[in-house]
T-cell receptor
């Protein structure tokens, strides 16, 4: 079984500041890693995913994440945030070798960008 | 817009009742997943169907059941509803059973009074 821990439940930042949302995972098997974003009253949108290869993954809206196998982490970063980035962000994993591909989510991090 | 549709958007019902949530996957996707998002449990995987067959089961209560029809739409049936079933229910779809990327619908918000 796998688990995901998002280390910060709330992250307030000012507009144009950099931000890092932290995610650690635990699994006995190899996993794929994801970050999803949920804007108010909307569904989940995929920001980026790590499958294999380069450990630095670039996603939509200027976000990127770095996979660190030794620290079992997959932190999300953006060098300069906008008001419109205010949303809840979810880190998720799925097992590589499985007949299904269920996602296991972290508890979420609420990012609030203030002017 | 992910291409996944869910109806209804909102549902208000009473304890003990039964409801049906409907999901239409993206065109071409054969796999459908159901997730529950609640304040106390967070986002949890409930069940997956692939081409009409159950593929994986998560933390789905016995009072809940799902099916996927020949036209690939799926329904999640919730019965003997309790206050704690109030949540946002998401459907997601993917091309294959073990496809990496899932596309989420906008969700159905269920309120049990």
């Amino acid at each position: 079984a796998q688990s995901v821990t998002q280390l910060d439940s709330q992250v307030p930042v000012f507009e144009e500041a950099p931000v890092e949302l932290r995610c650690n995972y635990s699994s006995s098997v190899s996993v794929y890693l994801f970050w999803y974003v949920q804007y108010p009253n909307q569904g989940l949108q995929l920001l980026l995913k790590y499958l294999s290869g380069s450990t630095l993954v670039k996603g939509i809206n200027g976000f990127e994440a770095e996979f660190n196998k030794s620290q079992t982490s997959f932190h999300l970063r953006k060098p300069s945030v906008h008001i419109s980035d205010t949303a809840e962000y979810f880190c998720a994993v799925s097992e590589r070798e499985t007949s299904g591909s269920r996602l296991t989510f972290g508890e979420g991090t609420q990012l609030t960008v203030n002017p | 817009d992910s291409g996944v549709t869910q109806t209804p958007k909102h549902l208000i019902t009473a304890t003990g009742q039964r409801v049906t949530l409907r999901c239409s996957p993206r065109s071409g996707d054969l796999s459908v997943y159901w997730y529950q998002q609640s304040l106390d449990q967070g986002l949890q995987f409930l069940i997956q169907y692939y081409n009409g067959e159950e593929r994986a089961k998560g933390n789905i209560l016995e009072r809940f059941s799902a099916q996927q029809f020949p036209d690939l739409h799926s329904e999640l049936n919730l019965s003997s509803l309790e206050l704690g079933d109030s949540a946002l229910y998401f459907c997601a779809s993917s091309v294959a059973a073990s496809a990496v990327t899932q596309y989420f619908g906008p969700g159905t918000r269920l309120l049990v009074l």
